[in-house]
């Protein structure tokens, strides 16, 4: 995925928040639509199954919803967010694929690795149009999934990091490879998974 140059300036890197997700607030901010035009002016957001989020370019003006699939990304305050394709989640409890079409994904780190945070409502018990879709007719019960993805630098290419310990610390002893104490700690179980934002921060000031 390529993040045009605009959708870089406009969009000021934070750190997110769960609580985010609850809220439904009216907040200033802004977003990018598909053609790179900025709209600046009052954003609510809750997390949704359908990704969109509520806008007005005024506080008496007209509310309108915008929709992922309208627009490159988007910012309130300090909470900077991205829409992303085919994101893969760890769903080892679910019935569901494991991978969601389109969605918001929130910008935690920028640098030499760019570290996305990601969060889905996961049904499980339930039959398997529910689970899939998020439906509460015949579902069960649901937790909140949250997934760390990374980009890598050279080629750009998204990394779903999953939080089981042996399957992320194979995969960050690849992400890391070029700092050797850090390498030492991940082998050693050290790392936890809540970690990441922290450890990709880390990194990125080491190589400046």
Known sequence: MRIKGILMVVLCFGVYQMEAQKQSDWQEGSYVDRNNQVHTGFISYAYSQNPKFKFKSGESARERKVKATDIKGFVI????????????????????S??????????????????YRH????YHGGDSYST??????????????????????ESGALLTIYSEPKTYQ??????????????FKISQGEVKYSELPELVKSYNAGLK
């Open 98 to 115: 494991g991978n969601i079409p389109v969605d918001f994904v929130q910008v935690v780190e920028t640098g030499y690795l760019t570290l």
């Open 132 to 153: 899939t879709h998020g439906s509460s007719i015949g579902a069960g019960s649901s937790n909140i999934i949250e997934t760390y993805i990374i980009k890598k630098p």
């Open 119 to 122: 969060y889905t409502s996961v």
């Open 170 to 183: 194979k995969q960050l002893l690849e992400v890391f490879q070029n700092d050797p104490e850090l390498l």
């Open 77 to 96: 305050q300090q909470d900077s967010f991205v829409v992303m394709n085919n994101i893969k989640i760890d769903a080892r409890e679910s019935a569901a």
